[in-house]
């Protein structure tokens, strides 16, 4: 491994690459994202998720609304009919706005969420459907991720359902997202790795397990 540099810090957390390589690597805890989940936020925040994650009305940004700024709601023919349509920034534009299946659902995908934060894009080079290595301290469990949604520009460490599924927590309690996973979570992001569009979990991990296994692999991971 060559020099390490440190790029930027968000929220305390430092973001690190080592010198002449692409990929850079963070440790944090993993705060739960269900956007994208079609049973993500119902209108009787009944949903999986609280609806005051969704926005409120006026000013939501995680469900789908129309030119009045009105939420749509899932029909008979949609996964969750009744309830609203839950959004990520990576979707495929093959499916129109109001298809729940345009957007990456939380309870299928193992994805991450990074900064809206112009310094840390701008350091990290880094580009939605990018691919990621997570990898959990506490129980050694590895898993493979696209980046595909947006948080808040000072707060990193934060992964879908299926991701935290993966790495042995489960988020749900009585049915709804309320159990992070607190520290020890180190992830490896591989700029310029993904083609911008949404993929399926076996995409997903056939494509960062070969990135990972050049990086260093398991043993690496485990000595940062």
């Known amino acids: 491994m060559g020099l390490l540099l440190k790029l930027v810090k968000i929220g305390g957390v430092p973001i690190q690459q080592a010198d002449r390589e692409s990929g850079f690597f963070y440790e944090a805890g993993m705060s739960i994202n269900a956007d994208g989940a079609p049973n993500a936020y119902h209108p009787a925040d009944t949903g999986i998720d609280f609806l005051a994650n969704a926005g409120s009305p006026g000013n939501w940004w995680a469900i789908v609304v129309n030119k009045d700024g009105n939420p749509f709601i899932q029909g008979s023919t949609d996964p969750y009919p009744g309830y609203y ?55 050694e469990k590895l898993a493979f991720a696209i980046y595909a949604d947006i ?7 934060e992964g879908s359902i299926a991701l935290s599924q993966a790495l042995g ?14 520290k020890d979570i180190v992830y490896v992001v591989f700029t ?22 050049i990086w260093g692999g398991i043993e690496r991971i485990k000595s940062l």
């Open 85 to 139: 349509i839950s959004t990520t920034a990576l979707s495929d534009s093959g499916f129109v706005q109001q298809d729940p299946r345009r957007y990456v659902d939380s309870t299928k995908i193992p994805y991450i969420v990074l900064p809206g934060n112009n310094d840390f894009k701008k350091v990290t080079g880094v580009k939605l459907g990018d691919f990621a290595v997570v990898y959990n301290s506490n129980n």
């Open 192 to 213: 310029g790795s993904g083609n911008g569009q949404p993929r399926i979990t076996s995409d997903i991990e056939a494509e960062t397990k070969r990135l990972f296994e």
């Open 151 to 157: 948080g808040p520009k000072n707060q990193i460490g």
């Open 169 to 182: 927590n489960d988020p749900l309690v009585r049915s709804r997202v309320r159990r992070g996973i607190p």
